[in-house]
């Protein structure tokens, strides 16, 4: 059966760390670019990092960038998102997605084939 489960969430305070893993099974991890998405309560989903393939391209947003580092392990079928510096404003679920195929150009929502259920990220003091 086709999975992503994301783990890794929690609460930090500002200023802290977190690694975020997805954990992918039931198909050819490497047919796919990952992406990492959040949405905050009360405000539309956002883009936030994506990885190739292979992991030679990655993009963020300006939001985090400088800050979030993904990284991917093929042979673990594992997608990572390191968050440093955290923010109150990087509070949100934060889902990964696989599009099959597909380029990783920016961290966009269109055309991703499957969804985890999310884990919850709370950055407060």
């Known amino acids: 059966q086709l999975q992503l489960v994301e783990s890794g969430g929690g609460l930090v305070q500002p200023g802290g760390s977190l690694r975020l893993s997805c954990a992918a099974s039931?198909?050819?991890?490497?047919?796919?670019?990952i992406g990492w998405f959040r949405q905050a309560p009360g405000k539309e989903r956002e883009g936030v990092s994506c990885?190739?393939?292979?992991?030679?391209?990655?993009k963020y947003a300006d939001s985090v960038k400088g800050r979030f580092t993904i990284s991917r392990d093929n042979a673990k079928n594992t997608v990572y998102l390191q968050m440093n510096s955290l923010k109150p404003e990087d509070t949100a679920v934060y889902y990964c997605?696989?599009?099959?195929?597909?380029?990783?150009?920016?961290?966009?929502?269109?055309?991703?084939?499957?969804w985890g259920k999310g884990t919850l990220v709370t950055v407060s003091s």
């Open positions: 039931g198909f050819t991890f490497d047919d796919y670019m």
């Open positions: 997605a696989a599009g099959r195929f597909r380029s990783c150009v920016s961290p966009s929502a269109d055309g991703m084939d499957y």
């Open positions: 990885i190739s393939r292979y992991g030679g391209s990655t």
